[in-house]
């Protein structure tokens, strides 16, 4: 079941028949280009535009999804410009969530609750919509129920009639209620938090005396997400299921920030509260999906192959005046599968299985030893659209850095020590989109450091290099991660698309995500290369890549 976000509509279904979830993010707002009359065609040429990352073909998105038989991406998308604009929700399907094909627009402002658009910024409310036609597998028909709005800031509620958004995949619990959770701030916007609703019959529904959770300091909670996950299985699980081997996840888009963080923790079922798991961390210090270019994510339950999968929206690092040149902002992130770890104390994320029916030329490098201050090319695959899959074995840490225990920051030590910094054990990894004269590059790399206790492995992307534009957001993201230097191997997966790169490193413990656009390592002036400049060498105990072919996307 889902909800629309900024309430305005979104897709919400009776009768359990679909899973799904509405989506809303914040995003740069222009003001003064919100009545932009449609954005002509993009141009013929487009180096940044993704070969097989959802993007509609031109105007601003962001969106939600689910599924049925096939699935379904709602997305919010503004048909007449580069901004939010008054959006409508946007329609696709597809039958392996790679391959995309555009429907109808699903829903667009009809009725007073949502005029403002599907997506206003003011007056936030939660609307009912239902497929008109429920043996047309492609819903390509909704209507809206007079029943509208179904959920409103008031003020006996006493809730900011701004700040009322983003609800949740509704779940049933034993007493035959169900519930759902939307979000919202307090304290002039330094307490975030998930409200809690409930409903007999999907239709009348009753605020909670006590949200479900909250945290102080940590600013609105947009798109919160709050779902079951297996402590001992290897499979997802449906969003309403209960029991003893299940922990919970809540997930929240800190609006200050624009990170996702998330904490794992127990929902007791009887006091309709959710508790984080003792030395829990809440806000921007907290766990995250990814540390880079991700955000407003959501998740959903696929029954048929048992998993549950996430999906997030990348933005811009551009100008607007590039924004405005490229005619589109914002895509979607690649389908994730996402588990708790064997440990249960954080999640893992792998890409969808399914993308890999893109991956063609594939190439063996594995077995190389990379000198200190060297690099290696990876030869004959498309740069500029690949997946690489490498794994370093260290062949001794006789060198290794001591770590200053000032060095709390994974981003800013990333920052300092960027790609080109000589380190001991590192840095060491892939420069991805590379000119060839190392003039750009997008470095994704490990460095080891030692503390008193044990190692501990920092995992960066660095974007410091990544284009010659000097206009470009051009941050450097960064991560510790819970690996073993000594015993076992760091592999890194890196999924490259024109300006986007989705970093995995140690099997999915850790996600980074860099949205880049060089100007000479563009198409076939784009290079790979695998590069140690650390003062010890690293073995590639296997490097296989793949140049990725083009998805069928709208």
Known sequence: MAFCSHGVLLVFFLFSLLTGHGIEASHQIYRRLQTTAAAPSPPGHQPYRTGYHFQPPKNWINGAMIYIRVYHLFYQYNPNGMVLGRPVWAHSTSTDVVNWMPQEVAIS????????????????????????????????????????????????????????????????????????????????GHRGMALLYRSKDFIHWAKAKHPLHFAKGTGMWECPDFYPVYVDSIFGVDTSTMGPNIKHVLKASLDDTKHDFYTIGSYDIRKDIYT?????????????????????SKTFYDESTRRRILLGWVNESSSTADDMKKRWFGIHATPRTILLDEYGKQLVQWPIKEIEMLREKPIDLSGKLIKQGSSIEVPTITAAQANVEISFRLTKLTSVENIDPAWTNPQLL??????MVQGGVGPFGLLTLASKGLEEYTAIFFRIFKSPDN?????????????????????????????????????LRTLIDHSVMESFGAMGKNCITARVYPTLAIDDNAHLYAFNYGTEKVEITRLTGWSMKKAHIN
Request: hydrophobic share 30%.
């Open 455 to 491: 190692y501990m492995v920092l995992m960066c992307s660095d974007q410091i290099r990544f284009s010659l534009n000097p206009t470009n957001d051009k941050t450097t993201c960064g991560t510790f991660i819970d690996a073993d230097p000594i015993h076992g191997e760091l592999l």
């Open 109 to 188: 402002s009809s009725i007073p609750s949502d005029i403002n658009g599907c997506g206003s910024e003011n007056q936030q409310v939660q609307n009912l919509a239902v497929p008109k036609n429920l043996s047309d597998p492609y819903l390509r028909e909704w209507v809206k129920p007079a029943v509208n709005p179904l959920m409103a800031p008031t003020a006996m509620n006493k809730i900011n009639a701004s700040s009322f958004r983003d609800p949740t995949t509704a779940w049933l619990l034993p007493d035959k209620h169900w519930r759902v959770v939307i979000g919202n701030k307090r304290d002039q």
């Open 276 to 296: 984080p798991d003792k030395g829990s961390v809440e806000g921007d210090s907290s766990l995250r999906y990814d540390y880079g270019k991700y955000y407003a």
């Open 414 to 419: 990333c920052s300092r020590k960027e790609a």
